[in-house]
Nanobody
Framework: QVQLVESGGRLVQAGGSLRLSCAVS????????MGWFRQAPGKEREFVAT????????YGTDSMKGRFTISRDNAKNTVYLQMNSLKPEDTAVYYC???????????????????WGQGTQVTVSS
């Protein structure tokens, strides 16, 4: 059984920074490409960023480039999302997810991911 546990979400002021973590257990972490998604109240879950198995390929949405960075530490079975210059519109529940696809491509759809964490709340105050 694969388990993903997010942490690091909290209330932060606009302009601040947070680093979210997602610890993965239950299978060899390097088997997965990893992704971050977010879901704001009343909105669909949306893609944020993705990273390949060894961490040398990443992709993020245009609106978050320059502010959000995805990374991973395969020795710690953990993927991170560093978020800088936070805005109130970044307020959402943030989810990490694991993808078992072969090779590397842009895994940006929810259906690309087989396993999900429970989410961590990020609230950005103005």
């Amino acid at each position: 059984q694969v388990q993903l546990v997010e942490s690091g979400g909290r209330l932060v002021q606009a302009g601040g920074s947070l680093r979210l973590s997602c610890a993965v257990s239950g299978r060899t972490f390097i088997s997965y490409n990893m992704g971050w998604f977010r879901q704001a109240p009343g909105k669909e879950r949306e893609f944020v960023a993705t990273i390949n198995r060894i961490g040398d390929n990443t992709y993020g949405t245009d609106s978050m480039k320059g502010r959000f960075t995805i990374s991973r530490d395969n020795a710690k079975n953990t993927v991170y999302l560093q978020m800088n210059s936070l805005k109130p519109e970044d307020t959402a529940v943030y989810y990490c997810a694991a993808n078992l696809g072969e090779g590397w491509t842009l895994y940006v759809g929810k259906n690309d991911y087989a396993y999900w964490g429970q989410g961590t709340q990020v609230t950005v105050s103005s």
